[in-house]
T-cell receptor, first 109, second 114 residues
């Protein structure tokens, strides 16, 4: 069974400091990994996906198959980064997305 | 419409009553999902519809939960004989098959069972 683990429910970081949100997964096939974000009073939305290898709003995430991780990183946190972040996994070729329990990130001014 | 629309936005009901939650996906999106968002539980997958294929119901927590999608568009999630543990935000999302992985979420329906 596929599973996504986000070990930190809450994370507080000072503005300007580096941010790392952890995500580990278990899946025996070839997974696709995503990060979704929910800002206050907004809808849940896609932040980035590992296939695209993109940087969005300064965030990057590298898929490490050896460690089965997909940690989200940003070198310098900004106040507007405060939000709920969810890591998600999808079977390659299947539409179903499995989400982790989420990490609430708070940026301290 | 501009995005996924869900109704009602808030529903308070008494234990034992039935509730219906509605989702209107983005026009043209063939895939539709229902998730449940509870404190400390993250996003729990409930059910997934894709075109005319049989839905993936593997996430429905009990036989009190059911969902249908009429005409490949609007979907209704029904919870019968509601229990207090059903209290949560129910999120609907839709996606284009050709852009797999990006789900577009509604604002959710907050259900409170007294």
């Amino acid at each position: 069974a596929q599973r996504v683990t986000q070990p930190e429910k809450l994370l507080s970081v000072f503005k300007g400091a580096p941010v790392e949100l952890k995500c580990n997964y278990s899946y025996s096939g070839s997974p696709e990994l995503f990060w979704y974000v929910q800002y206050s009073r907004q809808r849940l939305q896609l932040l980035l996906r590992h296939i695209s290898r993109e940087s969005i709003k300064g965030f990057t995430a590298d898929l490490n198959k050896g460690e089965t991780s997909f940690h989200l990183k940003k070198p310098f946190a900004q106040e507007e980064d405060s939000a709920m972040y969810y890591c998600a996994l999808r079977n390659f070729g299947n539409e179903k997305l499995t989400f982790g329990t989420g990490t609430r990130l708070t940026i301290i001014p | 419409g501009a995005g996924v629309s869900q109704s009602p936005s808030n529903k308070v009901t008494e234990k034992g009553k039935d509730v219906e939650l509605r989702c209107d996906p983005i026009s043209g999106h063939t895939a539709l999902y229902w998730y449940r968002q509870s404190l400390g539980q993250g996003l729990e997958f409930l059910i997934y519809f894709q075109g005319n294929s049989a839905p993936d119901k593997s996430g429905l927590p009990s036989d009190r939960f059911s969902a249908e999608r009429t005409g490949g568009s609007v979907s209704t999630l029904t919870i019968q004989r509601t229990q207090q543990e059903d209290s949560a935000v129910y999120l609907c999302a839709s996606s284009l098959v050709v852009r797999t992985g990006e789900l577009f979420f509604g604002e959710g329906s907050r259900l409170t069972v007294l």
